[in-house]
């Protein structure tokens, strides 16, 4: 039966990572970005739970794990806490789809941590130098102020900040969707939290490494992203010489919600590629 929440839990360094697994076949994890969690993931996750058996979890920070104010929520930080979450589902070589803040995330625990993967799929990813729009910078020199905001003023700046990731709008229940870990108490302080601890220092540092992965990649990116431009996209992929690349169009950063079917058709293309491309070498 697909769980319609992330039922199961990992401990780590004090924080509680929830999570949830469904499916049959090859092991594919998801890694959502910020300030996301792996609702945005689970449509695509499910369609391609009947070809694997799909990963959802929530970094420490997000969605539904812990949120404890003592608990840094980094990129550093979560990079480990993945390499170690693989290792504890017993994942050896996974394949891994990763949007936003996931990308780096993906990317330290494969060039730092020691992580492998099967193949990596990195959409509109947070990788290259600069980023951060202007209210985010803005949020990350101010982080405590913004932590006090009256509510309903929190949940103005919130809901026009998430509406920013889409070029298409986004419908009621998704906007809802994206903003309620944000607007209790606890995640109020949490959404202002993760954006302060932000650092362009955590992709700096493995910026000149991305040639040295040697597993398929394939990067996918909205060609109306405001948040990441595309630009991005062009450079990672020269970074990453073996790299294929697949621009959509009337796509924004929330490409999950702004071209669903776009996205779902090239990843279970991709998918179906590297799979079978595993399976063939798993047979010599």
Request: proline share 7%; hydrophobic share 45%; with cysteine.
């Amino acid at each position: 039966m697909v769980p319609t929440h992330l039922s199961q839990e990992f401990s780590w360094r004090g924080r509680t990572v929830r999570w949830d697994a469904h499916g049959s076949g090859p092991a594919l994890v998801f890694l959502h970005g910020t300030p996301w969690s792996s609702r945005l993931w689970r449509p695509i996750a499910d369609a391609l739970a009947h070809r694997f058996t799909v990963y959802l979890w929530d970094m420490p920070g997000y969605g539904m794990s812990s949120k404890e104010p003592s608990h840094g929520v980094d990129l550093g930080t979560q990079g480990q806490l993945f390499a170690d979450l693989l290792e504890h589902w017993g994942l050896a070589r996974p394949h891994v789809i990763a949007h936003d803040f996931g990308g780096a995330v993906a990317l330290r625990s494969r060039l730092l941590h020691g992580a492998m993967y099967a193949s990596l799929c990195l959409v509109d990813v947070v990788a290259l130098a600069p980023w951060g729009s202007p209210y985010f910078n803005l949020v990350k020199a101010h982080a405590s102020v913004f932590e006090q905001l009256p509510p309903a003023v929190h949940r103005g700046a919130l809901e026009a900040y998430i509406r920013g990731a889409s070029y298409g709008g986004l419908r009621p229940e998704d906007l809802r969707m994206l903003a309620e870990p944000w607007l209790t108490e606890s995640g109020q302080g949490a959404f202002y939290r993760q954006i302060a601890q932000a650092d362009e220092r955590f992709t700096t540092e493995i910026e000149q490494l991305y040639a040295s992965i040697v597993e398929p990649v394939h990067i996918v990116w909205g060609e109306e992203d405001a948040w990441v431009p595309p630009d991005r996209a062009q450079r990672l992929h020269a970074a990453i010489p073996h790299s294929s690349i697949t621009m959509i169009p009337g796509a924004g950063h929330l490409i999950q919600l702004d071209a669903p079917a776009a996205l779902a058709a090239d990843l279970a293309e991709w998918m179906t590629a590297v799979a079978a491309k595993a399976g063939c070498e798993a047979d010599r």
